[in-house]
Every structure is written in C-alpha cells, then in structure tokens.
C-alpha cells in the first residue's frame, strides 16, 4: 500500500503507514457468536506483526451491536504525524497504532474509515520517536 494520508480539522497531517481489516468472527465455522467467544476475540485483537513493536490504543467504545455480538470488522491503522508537543524540536515525527471494532466499510475509503475513528481521538496518545 502506497503511503496515504488525512487532514484533520485542526490542521494536523496524519500519515497513514498501514491499514488492515478482518471480518470479526471469520473463524467461526459453525454457531452464533456468545460472551466467551466474544471475551476469546478481544483478548487476541491485535495488528499486523510485521508493524513492528509500537504503542498501542485499542478503542474499547461501542464494540458491539448486540448483547452478544462485536461488530462485523475489527480494524488497525498505523499512523504517523509531526512530533507532539516537542517545544525543544528533539523528535522526528510521532506515531500510533489504533485497533477498534467498525461496521462495514460500505464503499468508504480508507481514509474516511479512518478520519472517523480519529474525529474525537486525543491526539496525545501519539508517541515521539527518532528515526
């Protein structure tokens, strides 16, 4: 995937490193999705390995649509920015990993999947870094 990025309202570029998705219960071969599965999924919700070791935010808000039921994707975006509050200009950009739990995309791109999840994300939980 070529490097693709959003803007959000304030201003701030955000990169977008890597984007993945997968169906939430696309293991499940037979039944209907119960509590255990659902606690069974959310423990092993993680992101592509091949990102690396990076800080995490699973956004745990709205993750269902049923009493037991996830919603039908679980997504993870890679992102990169300019430093965070770095007054003494030592960092060379900032990043952050977010894993949540969406509906169908429905012919959105992946920057609008993305720019939604971000709209009341704090920013903050970016993490410095020097290449």
């Given amino acids: 995937m070529r490097n693709l990025s959003v803007q959000l309202r304030n201003g701030r570029k955000i990169t ?3 984007f993945n998705m997968i169906p939430t219960y696309s293991g499940l071969i037979s039944g209907e999705p119960d509590e255990e599965l659902n606690h069974t999924i959310l423990k092993k919700t993680s992101y592509p390995s091949a990102w690396g070791e990076r800080k995490v935010v699973y956004k745990q808000a709205n ?5 037991t039921e996830l919603k039908p994707f679980i997504y993870s975006a890679w992102l990169t920015s300019k430093p965070i509050n770095d007054k003494k200009n030592q960092f060379d950009g900032s990043s952050i990993i977010m894993v949540w739990y969406g509906n169908e995309p429905k012919n959105k791109s992946i920057q609008e999947i993305i720019l939604v999840e971000l709209e009341n994300f704090d920013l903050r939980h970016f993490e410095n870094y020097n290449i």
């Fill in 63 to 67: 993750i269902k649509i049923s009493d």
């Fill in 16 to 18: 977008i490193e890597g």
